[in-house]
């Protein structure tokens, strides 16, 4: 029994190497030129279970009597180029050129905004309504003495009873922030999440100003894309097209196949698919608000 | 009205041939009130004094203090005994305390919903209470679901829509449920078998997400007279409940006759239509200015008496023709309003109605009740008689029977009917297959926990083990959490019928959709050449599309209906097990029970002769279920014929029993399950039972495992029973097979063999053989010869002949 569980451990221990092996190929992510399968997805098949720890490093973070998994990185620690697309957001943000166009207006004000108070959010569920969902993905600007940073800080419940914990996090968090910048958030997330609290029955104070860049798309993009989804502008806009990115529809059931088999195999992809759709939003406003669009 | 005078007046016209049967007098009761200790709040005391309520009832005294002061009380008192003050009252002064307050109010029908909410706007107004309330059913518009959700203090919704639309959107909800004050679950008589067994689990799903968000509401609920309601109540909410049944509200004297139509042939079999003569006393009452409540069994028949009697009427003045009218499922919503609207003005005279008019829709004081055959249950019908009344006045029902053999029975023989309890109402929560819906359907509205699932009956941890394998859930830290695919309530429907329904076109007025029909019915009654009847005018069937599930008609003038033929066929598709028990052989399996709606009668209006004949082509109906049957061995039959006897009949009486007794044991309402006899898919005639739901419901397979039980019990029930050729309460059967037909245009059929019945059960319980009765001329057969005319004898001859006998009598 003993020199099973020895066994097991230097098999984690290899699996780590090779997965690091493979984090390093993939480095530098971001850009044009990104393997859409991203940081940690295609490794193929697994000879025994994935632990959550070895496929996304993170940390069980205890809060309010619960605990959650969080994974907070700086965005170039995903993405080499995180400092340069970050710079031209801050620019973007900071330049007095506004597009004179009036569906650009719901952007207005992101210009004023203070770029740390303004957090891009993103969720996964296990279905469409009234289903617990199981990670928020935020995304915001991180002021530190070495100059801003873009930080990626994704709050993952383990399983279905860590999702109350994930909220209440979310729920202490969310006032530090003046903007929510979302995708569909009006219709989808925030009202998704409001759903969510009030199951678990605490309050949630919502940022005063809420920028649905759905709305935004429909309004200016009009028919220069097939459709207004955020992969399609994401492949339209910032040139970047996924590959073996886990489809939206399949999210639910890969979460459900982790909490009942433990295994993170499927995990990898879905924290880089919320990644990718955060950082997704934070280029559309880029390029909505810089003066070659 | 003047029961009395009315009475006197119909016994010496040349109409009445001695059709009074029998006479039945309800004495009057007094009223009896009471005083509430603490007293309502003044505003509310004024408003009820403004509605003309001065003082309350013991009962209500009763239920009130009770459910003010916390505890859940189910009111079983008569029909028009104030019921509905019994809940409103705590309710509004609940309001008048804490305006925030919520409460919510269940009824069987939407459109008892409607008619509780304009009770309810009594009380509301610049002079009233201030408060919101509303129906929220499937017909609410979304735009106004979310003003309802937000701001209704009181709403009114059916258990299909609890189920189904608030319950999974609990957090949509959270601010109603967390100030639910009071649950008010109306009719729960009506909450029976499968249904009522679904509606017991949605009451603990209410309870369990009401207690999520800090409620603990208290539940009032009101029944009609069941034998059991206080058992059926704590079952159904799955609570101790006070039961208050001490009736103070007043009863005028009630006339109940049994009015049996005349015969019209020497022979005294063949009787006057019972269709034409219930509509010969509705014109006699409605011309006396009495308001009258028909009550039959088919929608056909509302139409076709609401025909003769506006035929009748319209003699006496062209005018009177409307003051009569039909009341049925079937019409649109907007139709059926005018129609309770014009009763209760007093406009319409006479309302020809099925069932659907038994519940409490709120119609005004009817004076008098016209039962057209025996409704199927000594519950609805004492619902039926009750409906006509209110207060102090004098009321008369007058039952009409059919000239079927059970309708005869109960005529010739009252004391069966005014001496029976009313019938029980039985639910079992714990059905596996109905728990299994509701596990998946509370998994996915909260995590079920350890404690819950231990009060879900012995089957819940075992049924969440299977849909743990099933990865339907996953047990984790002491909960069960959802972790399916969809929307699991969205699975279950609570009613077992058809949620197609077809809608009736008339092409000839711009195509505008004159009402609506159930898929079951759509083949019986509005299948291509069929006449349909709606408000007592015919229309000719054009076609029937069932894809898109659309009957045209158009309104045609002819002096006919029609009554379709169908046939119903079980055969085993499977046999899954099987045991040797005693003498014969008990199967269990799959099988299919077949529906054809294969032909239909022409039925010339004001006579019961077909006058012609016509082919439906329609596709068979058939339900896949699970059944249970029984085959005999070749020596019971032989054992039967040798006393002269049938042995199919006896069979058949066998099945009659079995639908009755079989309930008791495997929990379930009689008209869940079906029993026939057939021989198509064994070597020799058998005994079927079947679940009345498609795939089963576990009936047949505990009917399985008790068939010595349930047998015995058939046995013992029919050893008992005092009649002496069988009856309703053994070997006959109630409730016809197709209750949608016209009972007078159809074969009369007969009590089936009771003597035989017990042969073969002796036979199978192993028992002492039973010796039958000798076989009678069945009373039924064909009249006796009539003396044949010769030619007198001369009365010389006469003399001679006469004096010949008187001397051989000497000798």
């Not at chain 1, 959650?68 to 080499?80: E, H, I, K, M, N």
């Not at chain 2, 005092?722 to 037909?741: A, K, N, R, T």
């Amino acid at each position: 029994m003993g020199e099973r569980q020895i066994d097991i451990k230097k098999e984690l221990e290899e699996l780590k190497k090779k997965a690091e092996g493979v984090f390093s190929r993939h480095r530098g992510a971001a850009g044009p030129s990104v393997p859409g399968a991203g940081l940690f997805g295609d490794l193929g098949e697994p000879r025994s279970p994935r632990a959550l720890q070895e496929v996304v490093p993170g940390e069980a973070t205890p809060f309010a009597g619960g605990a959650f998994y969080r994974v907070l990185a700086g965005a170039d620690a995903v993405w080499p180029d995180a400092g340069t697309f970050h710079r031209e957001y801050l620019e973007a943000l900071g330049n007095p050129f506004f597009p004179a166009a009036p569906g650009f207006a719901a952007l207005k004000p992101l210009k004023a905004a203070c770029p740390e108070r303004v957090c891009y959010l993103d969720i996964e569920t296990t279905g469409l309504r009234m289903s617990p969902l199981f990670l928020v993905g935020l995304m915001y600007t991180s002021a530190r003495e070495d100059g801003a940073r873009l930080v990626v800080d994704q709050l993952f419940a383990r399983d279905y009873s860590e999702e109350e914990t994930v909220l209440r996090f979310l729920a202490d968090l969310l006032p530090r922030f003046d903007i929510l910048v979302t995708f569909n958030g009006i219709s989808f997330d925030m009202p998704y999440i409001q759903e969510r609290v009030t199951v678990h029955r605490f309050p949630l104070a919502k940022p005063p100003t809420h920028v649905d860049l759905l709305l935004v798309a429909r309004a200016v993009v009009g028919g220069r894309t097939p459709n207004h989804r955020l992969q399609t502008l994401e492949a339209h806009f910032c040139g970047r097209k996924r590959v073996g990115d886990i489809p939206g529809a399949e999210i639910p059931q890969a979460y459900h196949d982790f909490v009942r088999t433990r295994d993170a195999k499927d995990m990898a992809n879905v924290i880089h698919h919320n990644r990718l759709d955060l950082v997704t939003m934070l280029q559309l406003v880029t390029v909505f608000l810089s003066r070659e669009s | 009205m003047e029961v009395t005078k009315f009475l006197k007046k119909v016994q010496v016209e040349d109409f009445y041939k001695g059709q009074i049967a029998h006479k039945h007098t309800i004495p009057t009761r007094a009223a009896r009130f009471g005083d509430l200790d603490p007293p309502l709040p003044e505003k509310l005391a004024k408003l009820l004094k403004g509605t003309g309520i001065e003082k309350l009832y013991v009962h209500q005294v009763e239920a009130v203090k009770n459910l003010r002061s916390g505890k859940d009380v189910v009111i079983v008192t008569s029909t028009a005994s104030g019921k509905t003050l019994c809940y409103n009252i705590p309710v509004l002064s609940g309001l008048i305390e804490d305006p925030e307050a919520r409460a919510l109010y269940l009824f069987p029908t939407k459109a008892l919903a409607q008619d509780q909410l304009r009770v309810l706007q009594r009380y509301m107004g610049p002079k009233g209470i201030r408060f919101e309330a509303g129906t929220y059913d499937g017909d609410t518009p979304a735009s106004s679901r979310r003003k309802l959700r937000e701001e209704a203090k009181v709403l009114l919704t059916n258990p299909d829509m609890l189920h189904s639309g608030i319950l999974p959107n609990h957090a949509k909800w959270a601010n109603f449920l967390s100030r639910l004050q009071y649950v008010v679950i109306d009719e729960i008589h009506t909450y029976r078998g499968i249904f009522g067994s679904h509606i017991a689990n949605v009451m603990r799903r209410l309870d369990r997400i009401a207690a999520h968000y800090g409620a603990h509401p208290v539940f009032a609920a009101s029944s009609a007279t069941i034998a059991n309601p206080g058992e059926h109540a704590e079952k159904l909410l799955g609570r101790k409940i006070k039961v208050v049944a001490e009736d103070g509200s007043p009863r005028g004297r009630k006339q109940f006759l049994f009015w049996n139509p005349p015969t019209i042939d020497i022979g005294e079999m063949e009787r006057r239509s019972s269709n034409i003569e219930a509509a010969e006393l509705v014109t006699k009452l409605v011309l006396d200015d009495v308001q009258t409540i028909a009550f039959v069994r088919a929608r056909v028949v509302s139409e076709v008496i609401t025909r003769y009697t506006r035929e009748m009427l319209g003699k006496h003045r062209a005018s009177m023709k409307d003051s009569v009218h039909p009341y049925r499922g079937g019409y649109l919503p907007e139709e059926r309003r005018e129609i309770e609207r014009r009763l209760f003005s007093g406009d319409l005279k006479a309302v020809i109605s099925t069932n659907a008019l038994e519940l409490g829709i709120d119609v005004g004081a009817l004076h008098a009740s016209v039962i057209v055959g025996y409704p199927g249950s000594i519950a609805s019908t004492w619902q039926q008689a009750g409906r006509a009344g209110r207060g102090k006045e004098e009321a008369l029902t007058i039952f009409i029977p059919y000239n079927t053999p059970l309708d005869q029975y109960l005529v010739s023989h009252p004391e069966y009917f005014f001496g029976k309890s009313p019938e029980n109402a039985i639910i079992d929560p714990g059905n596996p297959h109905i728990l299994m819906a509701h596990l998946r359907s509370g998994a996915f509205e909260l995590p079920l926990e350890v404690k819950e699932v231990e009060t879900m009956g012995e089957f819940a941890p075992a049924i969440l083990e299977l849909l743990e394998d099933e990865h339907e859930v996953k047990f984790l830290k002491g909960k069960w959490y959802w972790t399916g695919k969809g929307y699991p309530s969205a699975d279950v429907n609570l009613r077992n019928i058809s949620p197609n329904v077809y809608t009736i076109v008339n092409e000839k007025d711009g195509a505008k959709v004159i009402g609506t029909i159930d898929e079951t019915s759509a083949f019986q009654q509005v299948h291509p050449q069929a006449i349909y009847l709606h408000e007592a005018e015919t229309y000719f069937v054009n076609k029937l599309d069932t894809d898109k599930k659309v009957a045209f008609v158009e309104p045609t003038n002819v002096d006919y209906y029609t009554q379709s033929i169908t046939e119903v066929q079980v055969k085993v598709d499977r046999e899954e097990k099987a045991k040797d028990w005693r003498i014969s052989k008990v199967c269990f399996g799959d099988v299919s029970v077949t529906s054809l709606t294969f032909m239909f009668r022409k039925i010339k209006f004001g006579s019961r002769d077909s006058i012609g004949y016509g082919k439906c082509d329609l596709p068979p109906q058939i339900l896949e279920t699970a059944g249970v049957w029984v085959v005999p061995p070749q020596e019971v039959f032989a054992e039967v014929r040798r006393h002269g006897r049938v042995p199919g009949e006896g069979l058949l009486g066998l099945s009659n029993v079995l639908r009755e007794v079989t309930p008791l044991y495997v929990m379930c309402d009689p008209l869940d399950i079906g029993t026939t006899v057939n021989s198509r898919s064994t070597d020799s005639p058998a005994v079927y039972l079947y679940d009345k739901y498609p795939g089963g419901l576990g009936f047949s397979l505990k009917a399985y495992d008790l068939v010595e039980e349930i047998m015995a019990a058939a046995l013992e029930l029919i050893m008992t029973c005092p009649c002496s050729h069988g009856c309703p309460s053994c070997v006959g059967s109630p409730i016809p097979p197709f209750s949608q037909l016209d009972p007078e245009a159809g074969a009369k059929g007969m009590i089936p063999d009771k003597e035989a019945a017990l042969v073969i059960l002796h036979a199978f319980l192993q028992k002492e053989p039973y010796m039958p009765k000798a076989v009678e001329r069945a009373r039924n057969e064909a009249p006796a010869p009539e003396r044949p005319k010769g030619k007198a004898l001369p009365i010389e001859l006469q003399g001679k002949l006469r004096a010949e006998l008187r001397k051989k009598r000497v000798k």
